[in-house]
T-cell receptor, first 111, second 112 residues
Framework: SQTIHQWPATLVQPVGSPLSLECTVEGTSNPNLYWYRQAAGRGLQLLFYSVGIGQISSEVPQNLSASRPQDRQFILSSKKLLLSDSGFYLC??????????FGPGTRLTVT | TQLLEQSPQFLSIQEGENLTVYCNSSSVFSSLQWYRQEPGEGPVLLVTVVTGGEVKKLKRLTFQFGDARKDSSLHITAAQPGDTGLYLCADGSGGSNYKLTFGKGTLLTVNP
């Protein structure tokens, strides 16, 4: 069966510090991968998606970036965090269908 | 750009009551999904509906898809505290990237 992992689970970082969130998927090959941000427990905002290694599409211009160095690894990064980057970050994967399967999320607080 | 509207935004009910939440789209749904998200966790897929008029049941949950494929409802019978969570609807945008557009959700609280 497929499993998706995210870490860390929680993170508190000062403004201006760098960020690296990691997501890995097990039990499937060549998944589509997605990064979302969720503010105040409401709707999900798609940040990036990837259909293959090294292929990244950005949905929202911002100071975040994403990379996919391996088939089942997806990384969300920032060089300098802003207060507005605080939120709940979710990674998800899908196969050749619309159903998406989410990781447990990372709660980021920028202070 | 497709817009998904969910109503109500918030719903607080007592255990044992029935409820219905709604999801409406500005355009025809491609592939509508319902997810439930518990506090501090990622959303979990409940169901996918693709055919106009389709009805699917998942234990006490009944999902309906409108004939014109622009609206959907989720009905919960005899709600339990374990049903508490954020209910999100989502639609596929088409294409091989399988992106989803999410509504803002209905936050349901079932009080014991």
């Amino acid at each position: 069966s497929q499993t998706i992992h995210q870490w860390p689970a929680t993170l508190v970082q000062p403004v201006g510090s760098p960020l690296s969130l990691e997501c890995t998927v097990e039990g499937t090959s060549n998944p589509n991968l997605y990064w979302y941000r969720q503010a105040a427990g409401r709707g999900l905002q798609l940040l990036f998606y990837s259909v293959g290694i090294g292929q990244i599409s950005s949905e929202v211009p911002q100071n975040l970036s994403a990379s996919r160095p391996q088939d089942r690894q997806f990384i969300l990064s920032s060089k300098k965090l802003l207060l507005s980057d605080s939120g709940f970050y979710l990674c998800a994967w899908s196969g050749v269908r619309y159903e998406q399967y989410f990781g447990p999320g990372t709660r980021l607080t920028v202070t | 750009t497709q817009l998904l509207e969910q109503s109500p935004q918030f719903l607080s009910i007592q255990e044992g009551e029935n409820l219905t939440v709604y999801c409406n789209s500005s355009s025809v749904f491609s592939s509508l999904q319902w997810y439930r998200q518990e506090p501090g966790e990622g959303p979990v897929l409940l169901v996918t509906v693709v055919t106009g008029g389709e009805v699917k049941k998942l234990k006490r949950l009944t999902f309906q898809f409108g004939d014109a494929r622009k609206d959907s409802s989720l009905h919960i019978t005899a709600a339990q505290p374990g049903d508490t969570g954020l209910y999100l609807c989502a639609d596929g945008s088409g294409g091989s990237n399988y992106k989803l557009t999410f509504g803002k959700g209905t936050l349901l609280t079932v009080n014991p």
